[in-house]
């Protein structure tokens, strides 16, 4: 399975907004992504799920976003 670019560059400008990345994290996580049809699919995912699991404060997305950054 080929990835969505359409889908990837929504996703990039969506935690762009969100997230208030840096252009180096913005690349960094785009090369990822593009890497893996598999890793965005799972990424894509916890993304959109996120708003449903924040308890306390917490957005367990973040997590997530450390994680490809670093």
Same mark, same amino acid.
């Given at each position: =399975?080929?990835? $969505? #670019?359409? @889908?990837?560059?929504?996703? !990039?400008? =969506? !935690?762009?907004?969100?997230?208030?990345?840096?252009?180096?994290?913005?690349? !960094?996580?785009?090369?990822?992504? =593009?890497? $893996? $049809?598999?890793?965005?699919?799972? #990424?894509?995912?916890?993304?959109?799920?996120?708003?449903?699991?924040?308890?306390?404060? #917490?957005?367990?997305? @973040?997590?997530?976003? @450390?994680?490809? !950054?670093?």
């Amino acid at each position: =399975m080929a990835i $969505d #670019v359409g @889908k990837l560059n929504l996703f !990039i400008k =969506m !935690i762009s907004d969100e997230y208030k990345l840096s252009e180096e994290e913005l690349l !960094i996580l785009s090369y990822r992504l =593009m890497a $893996d $049809d598999k890793e965005f699919e799972r #990424v894509w995912k916890s993304y959109n799920t996120k708003s449903t699991r924040i308890s306390g404060g #917490v957005d367990p997305f @973040k997590f997530v976003l @450390k994680e490809l !950054i670093s």
